[in-house]
T-cell receptor
Framework: SQKIEQNSEALNIQEGKTATLTCNYT??????LQWYRQDPGRGPVFLLL?????KEKRKERLKVTFDTTLKQSLFHITASQPADSATYLC????????????FGSGTRLSIRP | NAGVTQTPKFQVLKTGQSMTLQCAQD?????MSWYRQDPGMGLRLIHY???????DQGEVPNGYNVSRSTTEDFPLRLLSAAPSQTSVYFC???????????????FGPGTRLTVL
């Protein structure tokens, strides 16, 4: 079955640095991959979507890469701010699987001033 | 627009009781789905719908029923609550869907359910 691993449960970095979060998957190749932000006690909020034939996507300070050979997506936040502190989830979306959508368990990012 | 709304926000049930979690969206989205989120396990898809009258099972459908009589509403029914169903439940909707896989999803605020 499909499995997703997000690099670590928690990541602490200094304000102004670039935060890099990793999402690794096994088995089937997804049709595309999404990243969401989740704050405590709230529902996830969509950030970016990247398709299997795209290498990179950008939105303001956010960048996502997708390497189907390595079966990995990297999520970058440049010039990080304390307001970026949250849990970030990756999700694989697959045409070929009955499950259709699999979420990772998330990485809790803390940006210290 | 209110977006995706869920009621109730909190609920405590006794084992064996039944209840319905309500979900509504006002964005005219075709795709709607229900997830449960447990600590350390990420979101898991329970059921989804690609349009009124069409529903299908996700990864963890056992113990849950859904129906989709209108585009706006997608209620989730717990038939006979069990302690293993203690979780936070999220409803989501999406405008775009291709081969039952949704585009950007909009999530509701969640329902925190405890089954004693």
């Amino acid at each position: 079955s499909q499995k997703i691993e997000q690099n670590s449960e928690a990541l602490n970095i200094q304000e102004g640095k670039t935060a890099t979060l990793t999402c690794n998957y096994t088995n089937y190749s997804p049709a595309y991959l999404q990243w969401y932000r989740q704050d405590p006690g709230r529902g996830p909020v969509f950030l970016l979507l990247i398709r299997e034939n795209e290498k990179e996507k950008r939105k303001e300070r956010l960048k996502v890469t997708f390497d189907t050979t390595l079966k990995q997506s990297l999520f970058h936040i440049t010039a990080s701010q304390p307001a970026d502190s949250a849990t970030y989830l990756c999700a694989l979306l697959m045409y070929s699987s009955a499950s259709k959508i699999i979420f990772g368990s998330g990485t809790r990012l803390s940006i210290r001033p | 627009n209110a977006g995706v709304t869920q009621t109730p926000k909190f609920q405590v049930l006794k084992t064996g009781q039944s209840m319905t979690l309500q979900c509504a969206q006002d964005m005219n989205h075709e795709y709607m789905s229900w997830y449960r989120q447990d600590p350390g396990m990420g979101l898991r898809l329970i059921h989804y719908s690609v349009g009124a009258g069409i529903t299908d099972q996700g990864e963890v459908p056992n113990g849950y029923n859904v129906s989709r009589s209108t585009t706006e509403d997608f209620p989730l029914r717990l038939l006979s609550a069990a302690p293993s169903q203690t979780s936070v439940y999220f409803c989501a909707s999406s405008y775009g869907v291709s081969r039952e896989v949704p585009d950007e999803q909009f999530f509701g605020p969640g329902t925190r359910l405890t089954v004693l």
